[in-house]
């Protein structure tokens, strides 16, 4: 269960999940277990007589008939997207998957069997183009046993105890969650389920961004000397790359209090972490309902040395200006109140340690699925779940717990690297720099919260962000008091040379999408895709043309990691702030790029 075969670096140390191409990988090692991904039977036959009744092709007039109806900004009268054969397929009058406005395509029970709730996406044209190019190519399933996108948030709905299932625009497809999928579950339902699928590999893979009062100018002076000098040092200074070991010392007792009080345990420990950092990071840097004893000896061999390493794949530092300003009373609350400001935000996660948790999991919920199948067979084997109240799906969710814990410590370490880096080149303390922490936010996570439903029901939901953030709205009470008024603010990092965004939580997301959010860009081409579409000198040239500096230790991923491999960030924000579930705070553009 997890990763191995097909692309070997998929099995390596910091790669997480949507940094693997996939390939025969997910197929290769869900054969040792003794099925592949598609060997359900019974449940997984009546998908493909829904799906195919064929050759499991699109019919081109019904893509063509959605588009229009985009095109006129409205759903009414939208054919079906997907076509059961060459048939529209109906369901009491009513299409399956249907464009129901602009910006939500909606995925009715009966699509895949039991169904417990509607799924959503959210898109515009150009987005839907590529969700409808994934499932066209996929024939009866995703490449390396991995399902369309929209087929993932169709059982992801069937899930026990599901009360939604929402894909943001920067969907993809994923194992057994699509990445970009948003799934409650009401933890009182009769079998209520936990999926290790709906987290992820990396565990609280996520993005914190540091303010400072220097300028983009300061920066730019004598043909831009002191932009290289930056990336130069940061580069020395931030362990980055697949299997990259930290040069801080941590002792076993050490990691144990990490795992278990995060960043609480941080307070005075090391130069450069401030105190006051947690305050502006999710859940204050401390999930609290960690348990390290359920974290295993390998995970733990494998982090420990990892501490303060950004791994490789799209992880980075990368230092930015402030490009435009939208909002300015949020911005302000958040420290930024010119164009030209700098920032840098840094993008990773739990590392080997996160990997292992999720690795270790899988393989003992396969197991007891073996020995105990469930009542309900999974539409896909790669959702493999427990009950949320069991032993086994409470030891989980302590693991993943700690594993966050050590997510929020490990970008607390880069922090501090990056300012010791600003220091060595500004020739100031990082305090009179002004590198504060605007906010630190994860975007693979499984959180107890509260949510209302639309049918008037308030609920105690598990929510599975699986590459989505989360987007409270002004008010709520998890937010620190900077933030009470403006919202959350929520760090959307684009892709390799591209504008990020900062947006804020609103109201209509905790309605529409379990307060959530998009949290990047979201590939649209295979790592392999990439590699023989795009020519590295050329990435490297628009980069130059951009003004982007590159440090990178892996050449390879040059060509992986460019703009082209990944969807549009400008359609995914305004497509989120369409549907009304964000709103546009400030942008973004990179200046230098720090990569494994």
């Not at 799924?119 to 490449?143: D, F, I, R």
């Not at 990071?281 to 004893?293: K, L, N, Q, S, V």
């Not at 200006?321 to 400001?341: F, H, L, N, P, S």
């Not at 002004?474 to 929520?490: D, E, I, K, T």
Request: hydrophobic share 40%.
């Amino acid at each position: 269960a997890g990763f191995a075969g097909g692309d070997a670096r998929c099995g390596k140390e910091g790669v997480a999940e949507d940094e693997c191409e996939g390939g025969g990988s997910w197929r290769t090692k869900r054969r040792k277990v003794g099925a592949s991904a598609r060997d359900d039977s019974g449940a997984r036959a009546k998908v493909e007589e829904i799906r195919d009744n064929g050759d499991g092709e699109l019919d081109r007039r019904s893509v063509e008939r959605v588009e229009a109806g985009m095109e006129a900004g409205t759903g009414t009268g939208a054919d079906s997207v997907v076509e059961r054969g060459r048939t529209a397929a109906e369901q009491d009058g009513e299409e399956l998957v249907e464009l129901v406005d602009a910006n939500r395509l909606i995925i009715r029970r009966g699509l895949v069997p039991n169904m417990r709730t509607d799924g959503y996406c959210l898109v515009n044209k150009a987005l839907l183009a590529t969700l409808l190019q994934e499932l066209s190519s996929s024939g009866a399933g995703s490449a390396g046993g991995m399902r369309p996108s929209i087929e993932q948030v169709a059982n992801v709905a069937a899930l026990p105890g599901a009360v939604g299932s929402v894909a943001m625009p920067d969907i993809h497809c994923g194992y057994g969650f699509a990445i970009g999928n948003v799934a409650a579950i009401d933890v009182d339902a009769p079998g209520a389920v936990v999926s290790p699928g709906g987290v992820g590999f990396d565990i609280n893979c996520g993005v914190r961004l540091l303010r400072s009062e220097v300028m983009l100018e300061e920066l730019l002076r004598r043909d831009g000397r002191k932009q290289r000098q930056l990336a130069d040092v940061l580069f020395a200074n931030v362990p980055a790359g697949v299997g990259t070991r930290s040069a801080l010392r941590c002792s076993r007792a050490r990691l144990e209090e990490l795992l278990t009080r995060g960043m609480l345990a941080l307070d005075e420990l090391h130069d450069g972490v401030w105190p006051e950092d947690r305050a502006h990071c999710e859940e204050g840097g401390c999930i609290a309902a960690a348990d390290a004893r359920c974290v295993s000896e390998r995970a733990k061999t494998r982090g420990i040395g990892q501490l303060g390493t950004l791994g490789a794949g799209n992880h980075y530092a990368e230092v930015q200006a402030v490009d435009e300003i939208y909002d300015a009373a949020a911005a302000r609350a958040m420290g930024i109140t010119r164009v030209g400001q700098i920032c840098v935000m840094i993008h990773t996660g739990s590392r080997g340690l996160g990997h292992q948790v999720c690795t270790d999991y899988l393989k003992q919920i396969d197991a007891h699925l073996a020995e105990h199948p469930p009542s309900q067979p999974l539409n896909d084997r790669q959702l493999a779940c427990v009950p949320v109240a069991s032993p086994l799906g409470s030891a989980y969710l302590g693991a993943m717990n700690a594993a966050a814990n050590f997510a929020f410590c490990n970008r607390s370490f880069i922090a501090a690297q990056v300012r010791r880096s600003f220091e060595q080149v500004f020739g100031a303390s990082a305090r009179e720099l002004g590198m504060h922490v605007i906010y630190d936010v994860c975007h693979n996570i499984a959180k107890r919260e509260t949510h209302k439903l639309s049918d008037g029901r308030t609920v105690a939901a598990l929510v599975h962000r699986k590459g989505a953030t989360r987007a409270f709205p002004p008010g709520h009470p998890s937010l620190p008091p900077a933030y009470q008024r403006c919202g959350q603010p929520v760090l959307v990092g684009g892709s390799m040379g591209t504008s990020s965004y900062v947006l804020t939580g609103t109201q209509r997301a905790m309605e529409l999408t379990f307060g959530s959010t998009c949290h990047g860009a979201g590939r649209q081409l295979s790592r392999s895709k990439a590699l023989h579409s795009l020519a590295p000198d050329e990435v490297l040239a628009a980069l130059a043309a951009r003004g982007v500096e590159l440090r990178m230790h892996n050449k390879k991923l040059v060509a992986e990691e460019a703009c082209e491999a990944y969807k549009n960030i400008h359609d995914v924000v305004d497509v989120c702030e369409a549907a009304g579930i964000s709103s546009k705070c400030f942008r973004l553009r990179p200046i230098a790029v720090i990569k494994g």
